[in-house]
Each structure stands twice: as C-alpha cells, then as structure tokens.
C-alpha cells in the first residue's frame, strides 16, 4: 500500500508509527521533535506555556532508561555518571557535556573496574510511567551510548580505536560487558507494554565511520546483534541511533533486525538514493537539519526543505518526519514555530 496524505488524523500515533515501519498506509507521516533543555526553556520563555514539549503532537514517546547524572560537590558544571564518568557542562553542551578524564586508560584497569549495579527501582519506575500515561504514542525506551559510546567514554576515544587494532582481546571483553549490562536493562524493559527499543550509538563522521565498517562488524555488529535479538524475540521495534555517515554498514544492520534508522541526515545522505536502495527494508527517522538548516535558515526556507524533504521520502512509508537530533539552543523560535506548523497540519501543507 502507498503512503497518502489524507485529511484529518485518523489513527493513533503508535498505529502510525507502527503502519509506518511495516510501510503500510498512514493519514499522514508520523513526526517527532525533541528540544534540547535550551532549546525548550526559550520556547517557554516566549510563548508561556509551560509545557510547551507538549503542544508538539509527537507521534511518539521517549524514554531514557539507563540512569541519569549526579552533580559533583564543590565542582559547578561537573556531573558524574553511574558509571564513574565525569562530564564537563561548561562549554557550549550544557546537556551532555565532554568527558573530564577517562577511567578504562590501560586495558589491565578492566581487571579492577567494577561495573554499575542497574537502579531497578528507578528503571521501572520510568517504565511504569512511560507504560501507563494513558497516551496512545508509539512508546519507546531508550538506551544511549549502547555500546561504542559507553567504551569510548570509559577508555577516552583515541585510546579505544588504537586498542582496536592492539589490543582486540581487551575490547571485546569490554564491549561484552557492555552487552550483558544492556541486555539486563532490556530484559526490564520488556516486562513492561512498550512498542520499542532505541538504541543510541553514534558511529559515523560527516564522511565514513569513526572507526571504519571493517572494526565496527569485528567489534560492534556482534554485541548488536544480540542486543537486536532480544529485543526482536519480543516482537518489539528495534530503532538505532547514529549520527553520521554509516551507510557502509546499512545492510549489515537490516541483516541484524534493525527497523527503524535514526538519525538521517542530509548534509550526508542522497536522501532519494537511499531510500530507494532500502527497497522497503528500513525506516529513516530524521531529514530536517538541525546542523545547517535550522539554525540558518529563513522560516520560509524551513517550511520548503520540510515539504521537499516530505515529497522525497513520504512514499510507501518507512519515514518518520524529524529534525535530525534533539533541537539545540541556537535555533530561532520562528524556525521551531514553522516546523512545528508544518508537521501538525501535513494536510494542508503536504499534498
């Protein structure tokens, strides 16, 4: 069946997310955006309304189930994460910030190194939440920094490409523990009535894969895969996250299970040339930049790469109508109120 924009919203947004990824028919492309912690403070900050998140309609609900941040005593914009990571928020990343200094420096440090114990309490706690707000959304956990991002933030990222290559015995230990940390985690999740998993694991630059499709099958695909299974075995949706270019290893991912692919960027891919290589195999979530056009751009343009980018992609579904990351700080409150205008009435815009 063809994907149609038809008038009104008829369905839910889980059946829309959910006809969707089948690449079944939809009232109308289902959407998502999430605002940074700035981003959104100024969005309330003008218009008043408190929760403005709210009045976006997103298709879908988020959340984050792997533990959260501590701010460090006597330390102002430092926070420790439950792995023992500390992360400066003073630069210009006040949600996430950069690592301090890294824990996993030597490959014998793993010998000595004791991984978090998962607060289940919390962890339910958010699921329960998530399950039962009476909201008919797509309802998906989220795991980031799944696997290579959790090594690197342990090890410090050069540190882990050179023991790729000299220390390979070192990494698929670490990266197995990783797994079997994730893997209980989902284990929680699926207790509870969710539709999906994301998994959040940036691997790409602008140009190829940080650490090339060659490591990432040795070292990455096969911790994936289980991950996937699980989740899969579940009859649940498996979406990844990853910024950059990954096309090398697109294949390899719809190999594994994957069903949705998130995040999809333009200044990277040939949006119709992937699209049409997919054949129907893989749903991209993504498509508006928040790297070049957001920030940028007039309204007016926002508004014609949006209907453009719809026009490319909308067919025989597989797409979720997205900016590209969480909406950062720097981006006008007129280019957040036209995107947001434009995915509410699909109707009357993209015809």
Same mark, same amino acid.
């Given at each position: 069946?063809?994907?149609?924009?038809?008038?009104?919203?008829? %369905?839910?947004?889980?059946?829309?997310?959910?006809?969707?990824?089948?690449?079944?028919?939809?009232?109308?492309?289902? &959407?998502?955006?999430?605002?940074?912690?700035?981003?959104?403070?100024? =969005?309330?900050?003008?218009?008043?309304?408190?929760? +403005?998140? $709210?009045?976006?309609?997103?298709?879908?609900? #988020? #959340?984050?189930?792997?533990?959260?941040?501590?701010?460090?005593?006597?330390?102002?914009? +430092?926070?420790?994460? $439950?792995?023992?990571?500390?992360?400066?928020?003073?630069?210009?990343?006040?949600?996430?910030?950069?690592? *301090?200094?890294?824990? @996993?420096?030597?490959?014998?440090?793993?010998?000595?190194?004791?991984?978090?114990?998962? !607060?289940?309490?919390?962890?339910?706690?958010?699921? !329960?939440? @998530?399950?039962?707000?009476?909201?008919?959304?797509? !309802?998906?956990?989220?795991?980031?920094?799944? =696997?290579?991002?959790?090594?690197?933030? /342990?090890?410090?990222?050069?540190?882990?490409?050179?023991?790729?290559?000299?220390?390979? $015995?070192?990494? &698929?230990?670490?990266?197995?523990?990783?797994?079997?940390?994730?893997?209980?985690?989902?284990?929680?999740?699926?207790?509870?009535?969710?539709?999906?998993?994301?998994?959040?694991?940036?691997?790409?630059?602008?140009?190829?894969?940080?650490?090339?499709?060659?490591?990432?099958?040795?070292?990455?695909?096969?911790?994936?895969?289980?991950?996937? &299974?699980?989740?899969?075995?579940?009859?649940?949706?498996?979406?990844? &996250?990853?910024?950059?270019?990954?096309?090398?290893?697109?294949? *390899? /991912?719809?190999?594994?299970?994957?069903?949705? +692919?998130?995040?999809?960027?333009?200044?990277?891919?040939?949006?119709?040339?992937?699209? !049409?290589?997919?054949?129907?195999?893989?749903?991209?979530?993504?498509?508006?930049?928040?790297?070049?056009?957001?920030?940028?751009?007039?309204?007016?343009?926002?508004?014609?790469?949006?209907?453009?980018?719809?026009?490319? #992609?909308?067919?025989?579904?597989?797409?979720?109508?997205?900016?590209?990351?969480?909406?950062?700080?720097?981006?006008?409150?007129?280019?957040?109120?036209? %995107?947001?205008?434009?995915?509410?009435?699909? $109707?009357?815009?993209?015809?």
């Amino acid at each position: 069946m063809k994907n149609r924009i038809r008038k009104g919203n008829t %369905m839910t947004g889980r059946e829309r997310v959910i006809n969707c990824i089948k690449h079944l028919d939809t009232d109308r492309i289902p &959407h998502y955006i999430e605002l940074g912690s700035e981003e959104l403070e100024k =969005m309330r900050q003008v218009t008043g309304i408190s929760n +403005y998140q $709210d009045t976006l309609d997103n298709d879908i609900d #988020m #959340m984050g189930i792997d533990g959260g941040y501590t701010e460090v005593e006597n330390m102002p914009g +430092y926070y420790m994460d $439950d792995f023992g990571v500390c992360w400066n928020r003073n630069g210009a990343d006040k949600d996430i910030g950069v690592i *301090d200094s890294c824990i @996993l420096c030597e490959p014998e440090d793993l010998k000595s190194y004791t991984f978090p114990e998962i !607060k289940e309490e919390q962890v339910r706690e958010k699921l !329960k939440q @998530l399950a039962e707000n009476g909201r008919t959304f797509f !309802k998906t956990a989220s795991i980031s920094f799944s =696997m290579f991002e959790r090594a690197w933030t /342990l090890c410090g990222m050069e540190n882990l490409l050179v023991f790729m290559i000299e220390e390979p $015995d070192f990494v &698929h230990e670490l990266l197995g523990k990783i797994c079997d940390y994730n893997c209980r985690l989902i284990q929680i999740a699926l207790e509870y009535d969710i539709d999906g998993i994301c998994l959040g694991d940036d691997w790409g630059q602008q140009r190829g894969m940080i650490m090339g499709p060659e490591k990432w099958r040795e070292f990455i695909k096969p911790q994936m895969k289980r991950m996937y &299974h699980q989740i899969k075995s579940a009859g649940k949706y498996v979406i990844q &996250h990853s910024c950059g270019d990954i096309e090398a290893v697109f294949e *390899d /991912l719809i190999e594994i299970g994957l069903d949705v +692919y998130q995040t999809f960027q333009p200044e990277i891919y040939d949006m119709a040339k992937i699209k !049409k290589k997919t054949g129907g195999r893989l749903t991209f979530w993504g498509g508006i930049s928040t790297q070049t056009l957001l920030p940028f751009a007039e309204p007016q343009e926002v508004k014609d790469v949006i209907i453009r980018t719809a026009g490319i #992609m909308k067919g025989n579904g597989g797409y979720i109508l997205a900016p590209t990351h969480a909406v950062p700080g720097d981006v006008p409150v007129e280019n957040i109120q036209i %995107m947001a205008e434009v995915f509410k009435n699909q $109707d009357r815009y993209l015809v």
